[in-house]
């Protein structure tokens, strides 16, 4: 009777607990999804209206590379900044081996979404940032979606996959020769949070040397080209980044021709702290290699705190332009995006629940947010420091 009586107990106990923790769930996802507005206190500030001091010049002045990715969906928007505010251009999408294929599937290529917005760019004397010659993550965007089933296939996988790859590599090398120097030649190697490798079609396959045999086989097609090794970080000064900096020594200490790093800085959970960035970008230029931040964008909400956070968005995203450019190494910065209306968290569960995202330059309305006005006084001033270094052409 006894023992039946604390049973019961316990049992009403736990199902207390559990429906306490359901409602904290519940509460939680509430308070992080639910949509928020904060005051544009920058409409009514006179920088807004300010005309002068776009970006592109600025940059131009000492010789930096600043940059903003578009897709086929932003050309109104790019045609209107290229060469104002970017003298740089990643197509977001339309380089990925999935997205220029026809269907997505092996086979023919179609590089005419590709040469148009290359071509555009080139029209406008904008430098090109090519993203990306291999990425394991995405069967059908950013690889073919038939890429394991037909390696997995194959007599000798190995062998296969390493054929697909070159002539993949040597075909996109080929197309754009002269037109794109600069090539993130593998994107995201390492696991998302994990510090692994990404354990991917290609990884699987061939192991860690798939990356040196892209860049290798990169090298030779055009020894010309500034071949990048690009990833995301969400930290600096964890396990992660340090076991992706020791893949990248061991890469330099065999001669695998990588020449710079892409630090995609997408600042999606949290507000990374920014002295590790600097120290980061710093080690990475002991060995010899150049520096970009190659993705940046920073959703609005991780400055919630603040009573302003557009503000403290703007003062982020002067931080860490400042950091780059007060590095040699560091040779250009590169945002996600152009307007707050075509970011790709609004594609991407879980952000797209936390609106808004806002991260990035422009608004909605394609107004300059604090975010511009931030680098724009990175640059600045970055002019008294950059002025005639002989580093900084270094891409
Ligand atoms: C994104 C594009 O912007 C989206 O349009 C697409 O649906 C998915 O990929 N890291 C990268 C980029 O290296 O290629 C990703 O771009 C964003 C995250």
Redesign the pocket.
């Known amino acids: 009777m006894k023992v039946k009586g604390f049973v019961g107990g316990v049992r009403k106990g736990a199902k207390f607990v559990g429906a306490v923790l359901v409602l904290a769930a519940v509460v939680g996802a509430a308070y992080a999804f639910w949509p928020r507005h904060y005051p544009r206190a920058y409409l009514a500030s006179t920088a807004a209206l300010q005309s002068d001091g776009t970006l592109a010049p600025l940059a131009r002045a000492i010789g930096f590379h600043i940059g903003a990715?578009v897709?086929i969906t932003e050309l109104r928007e790019f045609e209107a900044t290229a060469q104002r505010d970017f003298n740089s251009m990643t197509p977001?999408?339309a380089l990925?081996w999935g997205n220029l294929l026809v269907g997505g599937k092996l086979g023919q290529y179609d590089f005419r979404q590709g040469d148009e917005l290359v071509n555009l760019a080139r029209s406008k004397q904008v430098r090109i940032r090519g993203?990306?010659l291999l990425?394991g993550r995405?069967p059908g965007?950013g690889h073919p979606s038939d890429l394991k089933e037909v390696v997995n296939a194959a007599k000798q996988p190995k062998a296969k996959l390493e054929q697909l790859m070159t002539e993949h590599i040597r075909a996109v090398l080929e197309h754009f020769r002269g037109r794109i120097d600069q090539w993130d030649v593998v994107?995201?190697p390492m696991h998302l949070w994990k510090p692994l490798w990404d354990d991917n079609v290609f990884y699987r396959t061939l192991g860690p040397d798939f990356v040196a045999m892209a860049f290798r086989t990169a090298h030779a097609a055009d020894p010309s080209l500034h071949l990048v090794l690009?990833e995301?970080f969400g930290g600096y000064d964890n396990e992660r980044a340090e076991k992706f900096f020791e893949i990248v020594q061991e890469f330099v200490r065999k001669g695998v021709p990588i020449h710079g790093i892409g630090l995609?800085s997408?600042t999606l959970t949290s507000v990374p702290e920014l002295a590790p960035l600097k120290a980061y970008v710093r080690r990475l230029e002991s060995l010899g290699l150049f520096v970009e931040i190659t993705?940046l964008d920073a959703r609005v909400r991780l400055f919630a705190d603040s009573p302003d956070p557009y503000r403290a968005q703007g003062e982020y995203f002067r931080a860490v332009s400042s950091i780059c450019l007060e590095e040699p190494a560091c040779t250009g910065l590169t945002v996600?995006?152009i307007s707050d209306r075509y970011t790709?968290m609004s594609?991407f569960a879980p952000f797209k629940w936390m609106q808004p995202l806002d991260p990035l330059l422009f608004d909605l309305s394609m107004r300059r947010k604090p975010a511009y006005y931030g680098v724009a006084e990175a640059l600045r001033s970055a002019r008294a420091t950059r002025h005639g270094d002989a580093n900084h052409d270094r891409r």
Do not use: L, P, R, S
């Open positions: 990715a897709d977001c999408d990925k993203h990306t990425w995405f965007a994107n995201e690009n995301q995609q997408h993705e996600w995006g790709w594609k």
